[in-house]
């Protein structure tokens, strides 16, 4: 299994940027894949992934929600997180992740990704200045 993200960049805030995840070595009828972030001296906090067993549902974390939008094309083995409105709150290392979507069913964002996403991208840095 291997996830490489994309896109990462600088932005003022109001801007909008776009992350992509090239995906291999797995079905995505049997994993779900979700997005990350870890911001400086914070925890690792997921933001939005497709729920493959409620019938590939995306599900947005509330502070992401209405600005952030998740899209795939498992044809091409990609994942792509298109981010508008972005804030300074915004700024993290970005990971692309997945997981048996047995596991990822029963994963909330309260919940830390240990034991649910197994499989993790390098990270793509996004930097908001306000």
């Known amino acids: 299994v291997q996830l490489v993200e994309s896109g990462g960049g600088s932005v003022q805030a109001g801007g909008s940027l776009r992350l992509s995840c090239r995906a291999s070595?797995?079905?995505?009828?049997?994993?779900?894949i979700g997005w990350f972030r870890q911001a400086p001296g914070k925890e690792r906090e997921g933001i939005a992934y497709?729920?493959?067993?409620?019938?590939?549902?995306?599900e947005y974390a509330d502070s992401v929600k209405g600005r952030f939008t998740l899209t795939s094309n498992a044809p091409e083995n990609m994942v792509y997180l298109q981010m508008n409105d972005l804030q300074s709150a915004d700024t993290a290392v970005y990971y692309c992740?997945?997981?048996?979507?047995?596991?990822?069913?029963?994963?909330?964002?309260?919940?830390?990704?240990?034991?649910?996403?197994?499989?993790w991208g390098q990270g793509a840095q996004v930097t908001v200045s306000s």
């Open positions: 497709i729920n493959v067993r409620a019938r590939n549902r995306m």
């Open positions: 992740a997945a997981g048996d979507a047995i596991k990822v069913w029963r994963y909330r964002f309260t919940s830390r990704p240990k034991g649910f996403f197994d499989f």
């Open positions: 070595g797995f079905d995505f009828k049997t994993y779900s």
